[in-house]
């Protein structure tokens, strides 16, 4: 009986300490910074390493100005952008890339008659199925 008595003890002080719970107000302030200054963008995954002319298809840039990826993504919600995985690290690139900072060579551009784009993204990091 003793056991019983305390268990129902513990139980009660478990409701009242329950229902007296203040209720929290949580909010949550994410800092991106400033996107990176690359010439012809950067990878969509952290670090946010520049990303070498050719890898980013035409359609990810507006007047020769990258619209970002990630955390600075800045195109509307349907976008999706044609890429050149070849040129990227997770898929063993290790060939060269600009510094961050570095100026755009018109000669390194890549137009979309030249552009060899294998695989279509959404601007946040996410293969899509390659439907528009």
Not at 62 to 78: A, E, K, L, S
Request: net charge negative; hydrophobic share 35%.
């Amino acid at each position: 009986m003793r056991a019983f008595s305390f268990l129902v003890l513990a139980a009660l002080a478990g409701i009242f300490f329950t229902a007296t719970a203040p209720a929290a107000n949580a909010q949550v302030a994410v800092e991106v910074g400033v996107a990176p200054d690359c010439p012809y963008g950067y990878y969509d995954v952290a670090p946010y390493d520049c990303a070498p002319a050719g890898y980013y298809g035409p359609e990810w840039f507006t007047g020769g100005v990258f619209i970002g990826v990630g955390p600075w993504f800045h195109g509307p919600d349907n976008f999706r952008g044609k890429v050149d995985n070849h040129f990227d690290p997770h898929q063993g690139y290790r060939g060269p890339k600009p510094n961050r900072g570095e100026k755009a060579e018109e000669a390194k551009r890549v137009d979309s008659a030249h552009f060899k784009g294998n695989e279509e993204r959404d601007g946040r990091g996410h293969a899509t199925n390659g439907k528009h």
